[in-house]
T-cell receptor, first 112, second 110 residues
Framework: DGGITQSPKYLFRKEGQNVTLSCEQN?????MYWYRQDPGQGLRLIYY???????QKGDIAEGYSVSREKKESFPLTVTSAQKNPTAFYLC???????????FGPGTRLTVT | QKEVEQNSGPLSVPEGAIASLNCTYS??????FFWYRQYSGKSPELIMS????GDKEDGRFTAQLNKASQYVSLLIRDSQPSDSATYLC??????????FGQGTILTVHP
């Protein structure tokens, strides 16, 4: 069953704690992306990766970190430096020909 | 000026009507254009991609692209209540990144 999985679906953390969000894909896509969506807003790009062991900052990378050690996996760490981490986090993957992006189900992070 | 702008909405249409969703973009070098549908509380789902000027049809959906006017639209024919969602326009610009509009909320009422 091909697709993109994100876990967990809901995540609750206290301020000051780092948290890692999982994203896995078995679509053999080269590129993977992390977006953040706040209520009533569009998606904003956090980080993206087009090849293993390489990634680039998106528009709002401050307070986040990523790794791409395997083609299938692109975990996102939300650090305590992120000032307003509560949001809906979306992982996507896609190829490098059509540049279509397909989204996972998302993780809702609440930090109190 | 925002990089990708969508008509503000919300848009309400009766069942069976045509819903028209519009999007303008600022980067003249943009090459790829996408429409996503997002149901409340869910992740976006890709419904249309368009790369060249003109119309592209897929079932009840038609995407229209006019690069000279920097305009892309999505028409939904025979709208159904199940089409009620937020529609996101996304544009791949000169630097390769996808930029999303704020979204237009569509409500189809019976």
């Amino acid at each position: 069953d091909g697709g993109i999985t994100q876990s967990p679906k809901y995540l609750f953390r206290k301020e000051g704690q780092n948290v890692t969000l999982s994203c896995e894909q078995n679509l053999n896509h080269d590129a993977m992306y992390w977006y953040r969506q706040d209520p009533g807003q569009g998606l904003r790009l956090i980080y993206y990766s087009q090849i293993v062991n390489d990634f680039q900052k998106g528009d709002i990378a401050e307070g986040y970190s990523v790794s791409r050690e395997k083609k299938e996996s692109f975990p996102l760490t939300v650090t305590s430096a992120q000032k307003n981490p509560t949001a809906f986090y979306l992982c996507a993957s896609g190829g490098l020909v059509t540049y279509e992006q397909y989204f996972g189900p998302g993780t809702r992070l609440t930090v109190t | 000026q925002k990089e990708v702008e969508q008509n503000s909405g919300p848009l309400s249409v009766p069942e069976g009507a045509i819903a028209s969703l519009n999007c303008t973009y600022s980067d003249r070098g943009s090459q790829s254009f996408f429409w996503y549908r997002q149901y409340s509380g869910k992740s976006p789902e890709l419904i249309m991609s368009i790369y060249s000027n003109g119309d592209k049809e897929d079932g009840r959906f038609t995407a229209q692209l006019n690069k000279a006017s920097q305009y892309v639209s999505l028409l939904i024919r025979d709208s159904q209540p199940s089409d009620s969602a937020t529609y996101l326009c996304a544009v791949r610009g000169s630097y390769g990144k996808l930029t999303f509009g704020q979204g237009t909320i569509l409500t189809v009422h019976p």
